[in-house]
């Protein structure tokens, strides 16, 4: 990508940028409170302006009405809960480089990780007894591979190396690569496809988690020949608060062991066998019935992705976290802890500050909305879709008066 980031634009080149962004329109597409300019987008999106309705329906007619015939399949009525992870399947396979029959989508990213790691090392070479993992990666992602190994009599060694390390750590004993493709706090974007061919040339699994890429940017995980992922449906993709999560699975691995075995990723839940036998493809890794209210949520949300092009969705989020880094270049008391190389970022940018948890909390009073991480980062996540250049500049603005403030 050769996008480059202007010097400390000033606000005339941003309304400029403004005026010729082609995501400006998805804007309307949200319902933002007035006189915030929202930096959180990766921890919970924002609410899709069509979200409410579909949800007042859902409740009303669906549930209210229907009632339990809204399980089963009705064209005219447009109504077919059993499908719905399916449907909401084959939206999000289109953002990150599957096929629709290689995604299941329910459960949370946490449980989703369990799933996906236990398929991982059933089909791993059976020798092999190395998990490796970036020691920076999100707790639960670590606390899940703890929680699976003791489960399995210990067999494995989770062993957490600094992402710098990977390639030096990917040897033969590998059985997986468990690994989040930005890290959470610094907003570091690792190469996904170039780990993935050092990860697949020793013959190691990998499994990826793409809470903070899935609806940032395109991901390929068929062209790189990924073997496993998990993501985040409240992030970027907007599915709402504690909204499914996905896994994705490659077709090579559809034979692999199901550990939870549960009669909604069974062949057919409905003849009430004995033996499960599961369904075809990843609908497999769904477990019990499906939530209906928050998958509705996710199915309409991701519709606001239908008409964008995730190649001018990357560009943008790059002018945004490029215009911001340069914007607050040189300003006493923030250290930038986000790669400036446009190929090694995500959307987000984090600076440590001596004093960030008060300097956050001013922000927030302020109407400029990030967060806090321990211990001491400023985190900010820029949604291509509902941020402007203009917005970028008002939150730097933001943010120099309270850095400034606090020095005084
Ligand atoms: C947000 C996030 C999760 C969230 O897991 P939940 O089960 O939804 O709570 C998992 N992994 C990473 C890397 C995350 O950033």
């Not at 007894?129 to 703890?146: E, G, H």
């Not at 019990?288 to 991701?302: C, H, I, N």
Request: charged residues 20%.
């Amino acid at each position: 990508m050769t996008q480059t980031t202007p010097m400390r634009p000033t606000l005339d080149v941003l309304q400029a940028l403004d005026a010729r962004d082609p995501l400006a329109h998805k804007r309307a597409e949200f319902l933002l409170p007035l006189g915030v300019i929202y930096l959180d987008g990766n921890s919970l999106g924002a609410l899709p302006a069509a979200v409410p309705a579909r949800l007042d329906h859902v409740a009303r007619r669906e549930w209210g009405e229907a009632l339990i015939r809204s399980w089963t399949a009705d064209a005219a009525q447009g109504r077919d809960w059993m499908a719905l992870p399916d449907r909401v399947a084959a939206k999000l396979a289109r953002l990150i480089g599957a096929r629709p029959h290689e995604v299941a989508v329910g459960d949370s990213t946490s449980v989703n990780l369990f799933k996906a790691l236990s398929a991982a090392l059933a089909v791993a070479e059976p020798t092999r007894r190395v998990i490796l993992t970036d020691a920076d990666n999100f707790p639960t992602d670590l606390y899940v591979a703890q929680g699976l190994n003791a489960l399995l009599g210990g067999r494995y060694e989770l062993r957490p190396v600094a992402a710098a390390d990977l390639s030096a750590d990917l040897g033969t004993d590998v059985a997986a690569v468990m690994l989040t493709q930005v890290d959470y706090r610094t907003g570091e974007r690792l190469d996904l496809a170039a780990v993935t061919a050092q990860a697949r040339a020793v013959g190691a699994v990998t499994l990826w988690d793409l809470a903070h890429s899935a609806g940032a940017f395109e991901v390929d995980l068929n062209g790189a020949g990924a073997d496993f992922a998990v993501g985040c449906g409240y992030k970027y993709l907007n599915g709402g608060p504690g909204a499914p999560a996905f896994l994705f699975a490659a077709e090579r691995h559809h034979a692999a062991p199901v550990a939870l075995s549960g009669w909604m990723g069974h062949a057919d839940p409905f003849e009430m066998a004995r033996e499960y036998a599961p369904a075809a493809g990843a609908r497999r890794f769904v477990v019990g019935t499906p939530t209906v209210l928050s998958l509705s949520a996710l199915d309409t949300a991701l519709d606001v992705f239908a008409d964008v092009d995730l190649g001018a969705l990357r560009a943008k989020s790059l002018l945004l976290t490029g215009t911001f880094m340069a914007l607050l270049d040189g300003v006493p008391d923030l250290t930038l802890v986000t790669p400036a190389d446009h190929e090694r970022r995500g959307s987000q940018v984090s600076y440590r500050h001596p004093q960030a948890r008060e300097a956050m909390r001013r922000l927030v009073d302020r109407g400029v909305i990030g967060d806090f991480r321990t211990p001491d980062i400023l985190r900010f996540g820029f949604t291509p879709l509902y941020l402007s250049h203009q917005d970028v500049y008002h939150a730097a603005q933001a943010v120099q008066d309270i850095v400034r403030e606090l020095r005084a």
